[in-house]
């Protein structure tokens, strides 16, 4: 196991490893879908998206293209083309939660409009590899598990990488899980690989 201890161990090691041809060509995977879990810890989230920005920097200097995908942001370029961004952000002090909830679970449905979303960015954007960021951003309204269980047969192409504030464990009785935040167990996933552990 790597031990990427460190914010610059961490950082050189995705870099050698996004940069590497075993991981370009989607090397010793099995037959598994090319999913990454890059999980980092809550409270470096702010000084993770500079080490995203820095890292897409030296990889594509390196020759290699990055598609950056915040699911942040495209949560919200989703709602302004539907013409209900200004009316969402208008009533969410007064509106229950739970119904927020429901309505923007509705309209930023993983399957029905992020994932072609999603899709159509791969479609128009040449790239050797997918980066997936703004996680904790946008729960509970879109859950991780979903975006990668239905992610899977858009992005089987190129290998994909998710950067999750959490953990991304895997224990034999348990299974696999997503655990953001370190503490809201975000269902089971099994098909990611955690880049951390991906040697070259």
Known sequence: MIKASTRKERAEHLFKVVTSV?????????NEVPFFICPYPAEEGLSMVEDRIDLITRITHAGVAVLDISLFDLSLSILEERGILEQVLEVEPDTDKGELRELLQSVLDPQANLIPKIGEAIEQTPHDVIFLSGVG?????????NVLNNLQSTAKDKPTVMFFPGSYTHALATGASLDLFGCLHDDKYYRAFNILNYEV
């Open 137 to 145: 951003e946008v729960y509970p309204y879109i859950r991780s598990h």
């Open 22 to 30: 075993r991981f370009l060509t989607k090397q010793g995977l099995g």
